[in-house]
T-cell receptor, first 114, second 116 residues
Framework: SAVISQKPSRDICQRGTSLTIQCQVD?????MFWYRQQPGQSLTLIAT?????????ESGFVIDKFPISRPNLTFSTLTVSNMSPEDSSIYLC???????????FGPGTRLTVT | AQKVTQAQTEISVVEKEDVTLDCVYE???????LFWYKQPPSGELVFLIR??????QNEISGRYSWNFQKSTSSFNFTITASQVVDSAVYFC?????????????FGTGTRLKVLA
């Protein structure tokens, strides 16, 4: 398993601003994923972020709104841009050593947009 | 299209009762993986089990057991002698391998409340 940390753990942001969420892993991993979980709901995949390639976004999520960086095998960032109250959610990163491995999840970042 | 259905939104049991959480999936891939995760009130997702489509053996781990049946596209999870600490939301997930994306499709989750 991997130990994953996320920063910040929570934040309250103003409408129209941007927030960058960091995801740090204690070991090198091939695959990293970013999810959104709205209160009381299931997880929705935002994008897959593999090192050395552009992130792959799921339907309904675009790079301009959720730019992602993956500079190395232990770190990734997700930016939530031009935020609105609808972006209030928990954002989670997860990692997997290989595609068929189980994913391990970070503790999440709880974002509230006012 | 791929889909995971957890029809039980919420289940309440009394401590020491057995409980089964249902998971039904849909996929056209021949190679796929199924997972169960636990999300306690603290919020962090905890991996419980992975099963690939070619392994229909049931698995037991302590009080937890899983029943995988391809014939009914089900991957059910049973907790024996439930405890208060089992109270959590449990998610079933599907990952299709044929497409090479390995992304997870999560079910909507089942909230389990174990009452003392």
């Amino acid at each position: 398993s991997a130990v994953i940390s996320q920063k910040p753990s929570r934040d309250i942001c103003q409408r129209g601003t941007s927030l960058t969420i960091q995801c740090q892993v204690d070991s090198q991993v091939t695959m990293m994923f970013w999810y959104r979980q709205q209160p009381g709901q299931s997880l929705t995949l935002i994008a897959t972020a593999n090192q050395g390639s552009e992130a792959t976004y799921e339907s309904g999520f675009v790079i301009d709104k959720f730019p992602i960086s993956r500079p190395n095998l232990t770190f990734s960032t997700l930016t939530v841009s031009n935020m609105s109250p609808e972006d209030s959610s928990i954002y989670l990163c997860s990692v997997a050593c290989w595609g068929w491995d189980e994913q391990y999840f970070g503790p999440g970042t709880r974002l509230t947009v006012t | 299209a791929q889909k995971v259905t957890q029809a039980q939104t919420e289940i309440s049991v009394v401590e020491k009762e057995d409980v089964t959480l249902d998971c039904v999936y849909e996929t056209r891939d021949t190679t796929y993986y199924l997972f169960w995760y636990k999300q306690p009130p603290s919020g962090e997702l905890v991996f419980l089990i992975r099963r690939n489509s070619f392994d229909e053996q049931n698995e037991i781990s302590g009080r937890y057991s899983w029943n995988f049946q391809k014939s009914t596209s089900s991957f059910n999870f049973t907790i024996t002698a439930s405890q208060v600490v089992d109270s959590a939301v449990y998610f079933c997930a599907l990952s299709e391998a044929d497409s090479g994306t390995y992304k997870y499709i999560f079910g909507t989750g089942t909230r389990l409340k174990v009452l003392a």
